[in-house]
């Protein structure tokens, strides 16, 4: 299973970027899917996640300018990025809970993608 990320890139503050992760190979099903980041010396954290059913949930950070989606006909999902602020800057990967069969979930993650946010 691969989940390539697409469209990260530098922006002005207050600009928009939209990333997008397909996921392909193996997949007999896709749980939930979601955005994590990483900032320079800092950990991992959760950006926002969707599940199957299009439940949602977001970091308090960026409720308000992120929007998360999924297509779960072509196994993808988008963050679209708004109102972005420097402190946004990191590296946003991509993550599926997949079913490789039935009744078997993994966690699968994306290479990252880079958004930097200047001032």
């Known amino acids: 299973v691969q989940l390539p990320a697409c469209g990260g890139g530098l922006v002005q503050a207050g600009g928009s970027l939209r990333l997008s992760c397909a996921a392909s190979g193996s997949i007999f099903g896709i749980n939930s899917m979601g955005w994590y980041r990483q900032a320079p010396g800092k950990q991992r954290e959760l950006v926002t996640a969707?599940?199957?059913?299009?439940?949602?949930r977001y970091a308090d950070s960026v409720k308000g300018r992120f929007t998360i989606s999924r297509d779960n006909a072509k196994n993808t999902v988008s963050l679209q990025m708004n109102s972005l602020k420097p402190e946004d800057t990191a590296v946003y990967y991509c993550?599926?809970?997949?079913?490789?069969?039935?009744?078997?979930?993994?966690?699968?993650w994306g290479q990252g993608t880079l958004v930097t946010v200047s001032s």
């Open positions: 969707i599940t199957r059913g299009v439940s949602t």
């Open positions: 993550n599926a809970d997949i079913f490789v069969e039935p009744g078997k979930l993994r966690r699968y």
